[in-house]
């Protein structure tokens, strides 16, 4: 399984950790306290992020998607 993250929910943070789906995103110490103690209290809770976390990064961030984001971004630069 994959390690299912606790993320402070800034700049693009929501595009690799989808909260309660792959980890917590949280806004204050109080989220992040709450979130850790879940954790730490939850093991199944831990597994089935967990496993959501691996899920989508290898799916969703593999070289080929990599790549073509890189290609699309470089064309979009020679249009501007």
């Known amino acids: ?3 299912p993250a606790v993320a402070e929910d800034v700049g ?3 595009e690799v950790v989808l909260n309660d789906r792959t ?3 949280v806004n204050d110490f ?3 306290l709450k979130a850790i103690v ?3 209290s939850d093991k199944l809770l831990v597994d089935q992020l967990g496993i959501g976390a691996k ?3 290898t799916s969703e961030f593999t070289v ?3 790549i073509s984001s890189h290609i699309q971004a470089y064309f979009n630069s020679q249009d501007s």
């Open 30 to 32: 109080d989220s992040r």
């Open 38 to 40: 879940r954790f730490g």
């Open 12 to 14: 693009s943070v929501s």
């Open 64 to 66: 080929e998607s990599f």
């Open 23 to 25: 980890g917590f995103l």
């Open 1 to 3: 399984a994959g390690i």
């Open 55 to 57: 899920n989508w990064t």
